[in-house]
């Protein structure tokens, strides 16, 4: 039972409250999450055999989409096969994401699929190289699945200490935004993060959290797309 | 013609359809804007809402009954030159029966870091307006009434004997939304 009354801010990525300028040629979108501890369900056995302390494993996925000045992903990729001969599209694509993690510019990748959420701070990351990008880009936007969640039964509802931030090149943290174990988010298995977008020739941040049912980002993309 | 209230005047709503407006002039000067919001609180028996979503404000803008609608955020005052520039409608038909009073409230947004209270903002006000009539029932000139507060309870909506009546308190407070949220819900409230 939670209820935000934070106002959708956006930030100037160029400054922040002190008028300190922010490093944009690199930032950094980390997403991290904690493994929650299972509730001890085996009782006296359960104790016995070595049954409580379980931890729940989450794969959470961090999405960004480049979007043009129509807000639309204009490049889909290409469908390869994989070495067991599944077919995997959107590769090198204008999605960036565990089966194409580098955008084919170079200025953008995802440096690893984390499957559990084991470790602190940020699990996964997205760097952008903000001062290279195209200007045909104008705007990435950002999400968070629950790989399998719908699947699994996870939702957002249940993950402890998500967040997302954005850190510029020199690790000063420009924006975070928190999602804990909420009820408004039982039953959500992906989120809608935040957006940087370009306006009057500077990049802003804005932090969404919008969450969805789907747990797949195919589902946002698809309302992106032209065809 | 508007009613201006007493502070404790009741008034009789035989109406089904009403609005609530809340206007004010953006800030000319360089220093930041003025945000002010309206919200309703739609409670029970308890005085409290039965779900998060009887809070009707800028981040939710339908009740979960559709009785009431927010038309939206204004974070500036720019919407309307001299009108309303946030409005909540009131469908009391469709009220949920579980909610036995609608409080209404104004709060300005920021304020602490803003340093910001009533009586800065130009040609703001809160309103009650029968929607058959376009007939204003009640009205408050937050500048002049609250010159230095922060927040005002506008008044509330309650039934009485299967009959809806609108009571004005005009009551001001120093304080910020999470205060008027804080006593009619008592879950995690996120500033």
Same mark, same amino acid.
């Given at each position: 039972m939670a209820i935000n009354l934070v106002k959708g801010q956006t930030i100037d990525l160029r400054k922040n409250d002190k008028g300190e300028e922010f490093d944009l040629s690199t930032v950094t979108v980390g997403l991290g999450w904690d493994v929650r501890q299972k509730k001890n369900e085996g009782g006296f056995f359960g104790k016995l055999f070595g049954g409580d302390k379980k931890e729940e494993e989450y794969d959470l996925d961090a999405v960004a989409m480049l979007l043009d000045s129509n807000g639309k992903v204009a490049n889909l990729g290409r469908t390869v096969q994989t070495r067991d001969g599944r077919a995997m599209g959107l590769y090198e694509s204008d999605v960036v994401f565990f089966n194409s993690m580098k955008h084919p510019s170079g200025h953008i990748w995802l440096t690893g699929d984390n499957r559990t959420g084991a470790g602190d701070g940020d699990d996964e990351q997205i760097i952008i190289k903000l001062d290279q990008l195209d200007q045909r880009y104008d705007k990435i936007l950002f999400m968070v699945t629950i790989y399998q969640g719908r699947t699994n039964n996870q939702h957002f509802g249940m993950i402890e200490n998500a967040f997302i931030r954005a850190v510029d090149r020199n690790g000063k943290e420009i924006a975070r935004f928190s999602l804990s174990g909420d009820s408004t988010y039982n039953g959500m298995c992906s989120m809608t993060f935040a957006e940087i977008y370009r306006k009057d020739g500077a990049w802003k941040f804005r932090a969404l959290g919008n969450p969805h049912q789907s747990d797949s980002f195919i589902d946002e993309l698809k309302k992106l797309t032209y065809s | 013609m508007a009613i201006n209230l007493q502070k404790g005047q009741r008034i009789d709503i035989g109406l089904s359809n009403i609005s609530v407006g809340l206007g004010w002039e953006p800030n000319d000067g360089t220093s930041a804007a003025f945000d002010l919001d309206a919200s309703a609180f739609m409670i029970d028996d308890n005085r409290l809402i039965p779900e998060e979503g009887f809070f009707v404000f800028y981040g939710n803008q339908d009740s979960p009954d559709t009785a009431l609608h927010h038309t939206g955020d204004d974070p500036t005052g720019g919407n309307s030159d001299g009108g309303d520039d946030e409005t909540i409608m009131v469908d009391?038909?469709? %009220?949920?029966?579980? %909610?036995k009073e609608i409080l209404f409230v104004v709060t300005i947004h920021d304020a602490i870091s803003r340093r910001q209270n009533f009586g800065q903002v130009r040609d703001s006000y809160i309103r009650i307006v029968d929607n058959a009539t376009s007939q204003e029932i009640a009205k408050y000139e937050l500048g002049e009434d609250f010159s230095i507060e922060t927040g005002v309870e506008f008044g509330r909506l309650y039934v009485k004997e299967g009959k809806w009546k609108f009571e004005a308190s005009g009551k001001g407070y120093k304080e910020d939304l999470a205060f008027f949220l804080s006593k009619y819900f008592k879950g995690q409230i996120i500033k």
């Open positions: - | 009391l038909t469709k %009220v949920d029966p579980r %909610v």
